[in-house]
């Protein structure tokens, strides 16, 4: 594998999972394949599991880790070409890209969405510009559409905790403070449309995502009718796709109770975290024995190391 961008850079889904379960068993089994070899970790956004996953992942390959928090510490980069770079930017990524590769093999990139420009974002203008100068592999860490890391991570947990009939899953919007990203939601949506599932979507009418991401997957807009027989329940907040980036709904009623969870197939609570207790999710609920959220973010390191370790593998 050349890149890590998009869950569709895996050849094969249900392959890489079993491979990654498997590796999680003797994490250490290919400790020499990264030696000599080095990825730097640029985060432009705030970070814990991706973080300290990617970093644990890295050294459980051998592979020297570089992490940068680009945003607070880098130069403020600029994107566009042509620019008159007389305002607050200081460095062009053109630049800043072919430096950085000039130190490491592999580059991960953490960017989220800028929920204002919609285009600039559908682009993945960070991303794409690494790509395109850095001349080096380049492992999406949460881009602005996109985090296949987690979606990865999130396959290789359901398989962990598979039913013996085909899954209901349900990924549910819920209500949010802030304008979050639709990148976490995007790349789940992505994984389930490889996965054999019955697979439904439930979020308020104009929640909508982008209809170029969840094509032909079921939407239903009665949270609780979409909840029934769920074995997996997804939880997540995004901001709205149609109004880019607003928050027009914070219906304290979309939020995951016990009495939801028992509509459900004995079903299983899953949110990537970080997570608002007692607004996205009740406390009973997180707390109760079918969350299954700190299993799930246990997994972000083999995700991560079996991604690294294809990548390795083709340097
Ligand atoms: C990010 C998101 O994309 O929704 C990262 C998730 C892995 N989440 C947040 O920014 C949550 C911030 C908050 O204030 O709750």
Known sequence: MQNYLHINDLDNLQETVKEAVELKKNELKFNFIGKDKTICLLFFNNSLRTRLSTQKAAQNLGL?????????????LEFEDGTVMDQGKSEHVKEA????????????????????????????????????????????MESATGHPLQALADAITMEEFKVSHKP???????????????????????????????????HPEGYELDPEITKNSKIEYNQEKALENADFVYVKNWSSFKDYGKVVNKDASWMITVDKMSLTNNGKFMHCLPVRRNVIVTDEVIDSNNSIVIQQANNRTYAAQIVMKKIVENL
């Open 64 to 76: 020297n880790c570089i992490v940068m928090n680009f945003g607070s510490e880098g130069w403020q």
């Open 97 to 140: 890209a072919k430096v950085i590769a000039q130190y490491c093999d592999i580059v991960a990139i953490r960017a989220f969405a800028s929920l204002t420009d919609k285009e600039a974002d559908k682009a993945e203008q960070v991303l794409e510009s690494f790509r395109k100068y850095a001349g080096i592999p380049v492992v999406n």
């Open 168 to 202: 209901k899953v349900v990924l549910s919007w819920a209500p949010h403070p802030r304008a979050l990203p639709h990148a976490v939601a995007n790349s789940f949506v992505e994984m389930m449309q490889l996965q054999d599932a019955d697979f439904v979507i439930t």
